[in-house]
């Protein structure tokens, strides 16, 4: 039997975003007010308005994406605290199991700790033939860690996550696990936000990269998972998480059937943020919801 570890340090404070909790909540604080971002402060709400499935993110330093996550943020604070945010990352490091679920334990940023629904992370690896509970993906990969700190700026230590990262990012992968997570909510009762994390085409000119991850965007917000994978291969769009993409677009239509809706918040590349145009990496903020 394996042992996991009582607290999943962070693999990449001082390096993705500060170290120092100030300068971190500060450096969150900019990603708002930036002229990227939504412009301003979120107000959170204290009542759950249970308006999106979830939403997609980009996972780079917050100095180059965090304007572009801001937009997901801002609209999170205004729905307010679910209990557990299901997490879903690419497999940066090829380490662990090829659909890693994290089992149970702590996630430590410099804003504190959350705890792992490991109730529903167990639930969820029953309901899927693709699904294991293993650590070892979620050592060193910073895809979901990066948006730790931005949801605890908004709600603190109080709500609950899933980590999930993927190794084998393809339709019929997305489509268990969406099943699995719909068929696990329901039968927890939980109240869930899925969070997938991906960038976009990464290291090509801006406007050869806004080109390509606009053609895909366009199938995302189509629902169209059969398309969005096709694009992406056809056109080398070099998304590095579609997987939780397709996961999050398949659970979105399981929820609302022919009312599921995706509508893209932002999209810039880290030129718009570094000045840097020539090699850029993109960035979007999409959000699911019910018609």
Known sequence: MEIYPDVRGPAV????????????????????????????????????????????????????????????????????????????????????ALVSVYPQGLWETPLGQVEVDAELARTIINNSNYAELDVHAHIDEHSIEVQIPFLQYLFGNKFKIVPIVLALQTPDVARDLAKAIYDSVAHLGRDIVVIASSDFTHYEPHEVAMKKDLEAIKKIEELDTEGFYNTIRELNVTACGPGGIMVLMEYTKLVYGDKARAKLLKYATSGDTSGDKSAVVGYASIRFYRE
Do not use: C, Q
């Open 13 to 96: 404070s001082g390096y993705f975003y500060p170290a120092d909790p100030s300068d971190l909540k500060k450096l969150i604080e900019e990603s708002f007010l930036h002229h990227i971002g939504p412009g301003r402060i979120p107000s959170v709400s204290s009542v759950r308005n249970k308006l999106s499935t979830g939403f997609v993110v980009p996972h780079a330093g917050y100095i180059y994406s965090g304007p572009v996550a801001a937009h997901t943020y801002y609209y999170l604070a205004m729905e307010g605290m679910p209990e557990t945010f299901i997490i879903i990352g690419p497999n940066h490091t090829g380490y662990g």
